[in-house]
C-alpha cells in the first residue's frame, strides 16, 4: 500500500513539474525567442487568445497608434502585464501591476519604426505567462521622425499639463488621459531622453491601486486609458525621467 501511495505522490509532483506546452505561435516572428527569454525568463508560457490585443491593421501615424491589452478574462489572477513592439529599436512600451479593484486592461498609443508584432505576455498566479498577439503594418519612421510637440510654440509651458475625464458603466468607470509631454525617446540627434516613466493608480487616501511603468516606446502626448471597479475618487500620479511630478483626480 505504501509504495502505491509513494508512486501516486511521484506522479503528481511530475504532473505538476510538467513543462506548459506554448502552442502554436500566431504571429511567426525572428525575433520571439530573444524576446521570449528576455522578457519571460525561464517561466513557462503559452500563447493565449484571450488575451485580447487590439491594433489597427495599418499604423495611418506611426507616431501615434493605439493599443489596448485586455486580460479581463484572468480578472482576479494577474499578476503583471508586460508589451513590446518587437520590431522596434525601443521594444518595451509598459509594465502593468493591476490591484484588486482594477481592471487587467490597458489602451495607450506608442510609437512603431516599422511593421512590426506587437506582444502582451500576463502573468497569471500560477506563474504562467498567457502571450496575446497581434501585427501592425506601418509605412515607418513613427520612433525617429522629429517631435511634433517641440514644434509647437510654447510647449513647455504646457508640459505636464493633463486632460482627464471619467466615463461610469455599470459598477465601473473607464478612467482616460491625455498627458502634454514629448516623451523623448533619444533617437533624434542631439535630444536626450525626456519621457514619463512611472504611474501610479491611487485612491482618495492615497493608497496605491495599480502601477504602471512606461518607456520611450509611447508615443508624444500620451493617452492613457484604465479601468476601475466602483465610481470612489481616484487620482492618477505621474513622474517622468527627469524628476517632474503630475497628478490628476478622477
Known sequence: M??????LLGL???AMAAPVPPGKDPMPSVMWQFYQQRMLGDAPFVF??????????????ARQVPIQVDARAYAGQVQKIVAWAELNPIPRIFTFVPGERVQ?????RIRVEQATPIRAAVLTKDGVWHVGSAWVDAAGGGCTAPSVVRAQVGWEDRLGQIHAGR????????????????????????????????????DA???PLATLEL???????????????????ARLWLRDNNGNEFEADF
Open 205 to 207: 487616501a492615497g493608497k
Open 2 to 7: 505504501l509504495w502505491r501511495i509513494t508512486l
Open 215 to 233: 518607456f520611450p516606446a509611447v508615443s508624444e502626448n500620451p493617452t492613457i486609458s484604465l479601468e476601475v471597479e466602483g465610481h470612489d475618487e
Open 104 to 108: 487587467p486592461l490597458v489602451a495607450i
Open 12 to 14: 503528481s509532483v511530475a
Open 167 to 202: 466615463f461610469r458603466h455599470a459598477g465601473a468607470s473607464r478612467l482616460r488621459l491625455r498627458v502634454d509631454h514629448p516623451m523623448d525617446n533619444g533617437l533624434v540627434g542631439g535630444i536626450p531622453e525626456f519621457f514619463l516613466n512611472q504611474a501610479e493608480l491611487r
Open 48 to 61: 493565449d487568445d484571450k488575451v485580447l490585443l487590439e491594433v489597427p491593421p495599418f499604423a495611418e501615424d
